[in-house]
């Protein structure tokens, strides 16, 4: 049985775990390549002889406790530049409590500072939650992700509105509801003994109460600090009603009356509650791509539009955008904030990646240039857009196949087409056949194949011919199918390209462990782990390898620990498909 060495309560491993897990659920549903980490650390409350100053968990988190071993006294300094320790309560239990708020807030910044630093070299950002005291330690959950995916969100810049603290993202309110259950979690008798997650509430409801959270940053701009709810509860409503049989369509402005870039096109002697979902349905009737509704988040007072050149700046001009039923979506300059739909909110995404798309392209047609790969970025972007679904062939052989094919296709004389080409041709059935450098050879072309085991009866035909063409062209391809459910498919779907040094050093990592006599399963389950996750990339001299000292490692460990629970990992085999390409020039 393994021992804590860092030992702050017995089942801090179980709930670090858990956390952990609850993070991946929560926050892959936002964006895929958060990535997020979880770790614990523990500050020791009041000095003992038997009990470490500082823990982590788990042990292995990236940094050591000797990093922490003046926290206390940073702790120490952050307190006394608080700007608001100077405020004063007339009850002294209100007084002690807040003196006790700005010293666990300043652990906090503490603790953040030495987690935080370097990190930005390390792509990592970090975000820590407010201490809670755990037998004797003030328990910190620091959550670390992507730095370049986090940022990559559009994010306000204040952080507090007059007095009060506000949302800057949608990613921002998780993280901070996402803390708020750890600490509940963490306030329970032995936090993580249960079988049970930690938490209460699934991961949609969490996100569904980051968004609500969210709305209470234009609630603030406009200077309506009651009915924190209301808003997000008003949205959903008011996108959910139908008029006449139509569905909610348009535009609704939030700010305070008589905001400087805004014009007032008509007034309404009597404004309408926002909690008249329908009257306001019925309003948004009469808005168009110029005339929105004007709201201060309580009332609609007019219809009108935004005027002259706002200033982003001060962050008080929101715009709710009614796009579909029961589709809406938060805006700050022409930044999407949060998109919601049937109540539930996510991050806006772009409906097809275009990183995957550059790498890719660049990967079947390695001649290609940097401005061809644009260009084509430009016309594919544009086919996404037709609604009944689309496919676009772009092929190295693209001349060859129209000759070809042509029995069953539209061939035209070879031009290199435009987004306002595209958007012609990709009107009617068929695909649009170009070569790398945007030259269009025909449309409406009814792509032929052998069957693959590749298809799928779950997808259309218009995926499924596409899989069967590429796997049996003769010439690199590929082909982006736009689906009449909004989905988008790239043809083939290529694994991401990693560094062959990071299977090299687990493989290295398993040589060290079949050594040590000091077996760490932990160690071992976690390299296997990453390796079964990308087994795509083992080479069979590879897998060779690692089953072998796989075989060796479990074998020592039965000498060394023969009472330890073991998992029975099945050998790892190659994949055909991989090859060389999938490794990164390092």
Known sequence: METIELFMWGYQH?????????????????????????????????????????????????????????????????EAIDLERDVLHGDPNAQNNYE??????????????????????????????YPVLVEQYWVIVVLQFNRDTYLAQYSLIKTKFNIFTINTSLLDATVEVYFEHCAKALGKPDPGSGLRNIFERDSDEIIFAAGKKLMYTPLAACGNFGNWHRLFEACNTISSLNYEGAEGI??????KRGHPNLETTLTLLTPVKLQNYRAVRKLLEMTTDE???????????GLGNIKGSYEQRAEDLFLVNFTKHYTWELLHANHVMMRVAYRQPE???????????ETDVKRIFPEITPKEVSRLWDLVLEATKQKHGTMVVVSSGAKEESNRLKNQATVIKPVEITTQIMKVITAIDGAVLIDSTSNCYAVGVILDGLASDKGSSA?????????RYVETSQYPCIAIVVSEDGSIDFVPNLMPQIPRSSIMEAIEQLRKLKDDKNLDWKKFNKVIDFLSKHQFYLQPEMCNTINSLKREVQATGERVGPMAIQIDYPDFSPNPEMN???????
């Open 100 to 129: 006790k708020h700005l010293k666990l807030n300043a652990l906090k910044t503490a603790v953040h500072h030495i987690v935080d630093g370097g990190c930005e070299y390390r792509n990592i950002i970090s975000f820590c939650s």
């Open 291 to 301: 005339i929105c509704l004007l709201s201060d988040s309580d009332y609609i007072y």
């Open 14 to 78: 179980y709930f670090q775990s858990s956390a952990q897990t609850e993070a991946k659920n929560i926050f892959s549903k936002l964006a895929s390549d958060l990535e997020p980490n979880v770790f614990l650390v523990g500050v020791l409350n009041e000095i003992q002889d038997d009990c470490h100053l500082i823990c982590m968990e788990p042990e292995d988190c990236g940094y050591k406790p000797s990093e922490f071993a003046e926290v206390k006294k940073l702790a120490q300094h952050f």
């Open 250 to 255: 348009g535009r609704m402005w939030l700010s």
């Open 347 to 357: 991050l806006p995404t772009e409906s097809i990646n275009k990183h995957k798309f």
């Open 459 to 467: 997808r259309g035909a218009r995926y499924n011919s596409a899989i």
């Open 580 to 586: 060389e390409s999938y490794f990164l020039d390092e």
